[in-house]
């Protein structure tokens, strides 16, 4: 089974974004729902080269209600990491990502 290995899930709301990711970083998340039983269903990864916490915030408004976390040591490893949860979790066939990561600046 496909595991995350993020900090989470908490309400998708900006205050909450500002409460939970409190430093400027690379990083990674995914977005859902809780089900009936409270457990986390992903919808969709991204990852953010330089600042996650306003990344997540792009998606406020949008139809998911939680998010997940995690802070990345680069740019790349935020890229490798999404690929990761991109295909442990379905890819496109389960996942709203439509596309594979972009990898231009990742693999040169």
Excluded: W
């Excluded at 990674?28 to 969709?44: H, K, M, P, Q, W």
């Excluded at 406020?60 to 991109?86: I, L, M, P, R, W």
């Amino acid at each position: 089974m496909a595991k995350l290995d993020m900090n989470g899930p908490y309400k998708l709301t900006n205050d909450e974004v500002d409460r939970q990711v409190t430093k400027k970083s690379a990083g990674n998340y995914a977005l859902g729902r809780s089900n009936d039983e409270g457990t986390f269903i992903v919808n969709y990864v991204g990852r953010a080269d330089n600042d996650v916490n306003a990344r997540i915030k792009d998606h406020v408004g949008e139809k998911y209600t939680k998010f997940k976390f995690s802070y990345a040591d680069s740019a790349k490893a935020a890229f490798q990491k999404e690929c990761h949860n991109y295909h442990g979790f379905g890819e496109s066939k389960r996942l709203d990502n439509k596309v594979h990561p972009d990898s231009k600046k990742h693999c040169q």
